[in-house]
């Protein structure tokens, strides 16, 4: 009952901000000049108030199969996390249950799990995610063509996403040094940001933090293994505190 009565909340919320949506999450994908795949025609605000259902959001979504096959990692990892709906976490008591009911459901995930090169490319877009990044201000960045503005949810889906352990070889042992030290920075610039103090946008970053600390330790804690089984979701300056002490001792 309360996971349907949070779907449905979750689906009258983006009916409504229809217009949020197709901002600050279109994005137009040319690949070598052959495809082209776009959100834009479902998430105009006049169609996407039209549907009625979570289903009928994702089965508009989804990605032609011949434009699928042929789109490069590095692009198809930005639709990946451009998704319209990857706010929807939000609506669950466990977050990461809101973005597996998106990427159980979305052609572009299931793709992008069979990439061999699906974790280099992920931590490449994570790395490069600006969170205070906005494109009229910055041209550098070299996936400024996927965005219009960083919001504080869609960083917080790349990082539930990373913490399903759902993308292959991305706690493997030749790619985590490097995805601890992507979380750690993103962590440290979370808390100089006042658009990311709440404990719940820190939380995100920690539980990927707590998934590394368990891999390499190699043993489980009480403590985070709770945090994780919850989906990071922290409702406490204190329980925060508590939990980064645990992933960042030595």
Known sequence: ?????????????????????MVHNVMNTNVTGRSTFSYDSVT??????????????MNATQIPE????????????ALCMNHPLAGIYN???????????????FNGFQELKRRTDAAEKIMDFYEKMEIDYNVK??????????????????VGFTE???????????????????LERITNVKYEAKIQNKKYNKVSALGRSLLIGAQIKMKKEGKGNT?????IEKGGDIRSQKDLTEISKIIYQK
């Open 1 to 21: 009952m309360k996971k349907s009565l949070f779907l449905f909340l979750a689906i009258m919320l983006l009916g409504a901000c229809a217009e949020d949506v």
């Open 44 to 57: 105009n605000p006049e169609v996407w108030k039209t549907f009625m259902s979570f289903e009928e959001m």
């Open 66 to 77: 011949d434009i699928l096959k042929e789109l490069p990692t590095d692009t198809l990892v």
């Open 91 to 105: 609506c669950y008591n466990n977050p990461i249950n809101g973005v597996l009911s998106v990427m159980n459901r």
């Open 137 to 154: 201000e910055n041209k550098k960045n070299p996936y400024s063509r996927h965005f219009t503005e960083i919001k504080p949810f869609q």
């Open 160 to 178: 539930l996403v990373i913490a399903t352990k759902d993308i292959p070889e991305l706690y493997s042992d030749k790619n985590i040094d490097r």
């Open 223 to 227: 403590k985070l293994q709770q945090f």
